[in-house]
């Protein structure tokens, strides 16, 4: 299985950023797909999740700048970052929740200068 990560960058804050995640290779059904950050020295914490049927579930932090949403693929999710802050920089990863795929891909960075 991978996943492929895209669309971080370099933002200042208040900015917006889109983030996009494909999956491919998975025999089955990928069924509830989230995001991750992480940044160094510290363990990946859960930023956002989504269903397959379009439940979605968010961190207190990023409640109503964030946004989950899933294409028309079962097998793709975007995260549309809004109102950005400094707080908000590091290494976004997606995967599939629970049992995460393992390994998780190399993520996307998103730095948000102050």
């Known amino acids: 299985v991978q996943l492929q990560a895209s669309g971080g960058g370099l933002v200042q804050a208040g900015g917006s950023l889109r983030l996009s995640c494909v999956i491919t290779?998975?025999?089955?059904?990928?069924?509830?797909l989230g995001w991750y950050r992480q940044t160094p020295g510290r363990q990946r914490i859960f930023v956002a999740s989504i269903t397959a049927a379009r439940n979605t579930n968010y961190a207190d932090a990023v409640l109503g700048r964030f946004t989950i949403s899933r294409g028309n693929a079962d097998n793709t999710i975007y995260l549309q970052m809004n109102n950005l802050k400094p707080e908000d920089t590091g290494v976004y990863y997606c995967?599939?929740?629970?049992?995460?795929?393992?390994?998780w891909g190399q993520g996307t960075q998103v730095t948000v200068s102050s």
């Open positions: 995967n599939k929740l629970p049992n995460p795929f393992v390994p």
């Open positions: 290779g998975s025999r089955f059904g990928v069924g509830t």
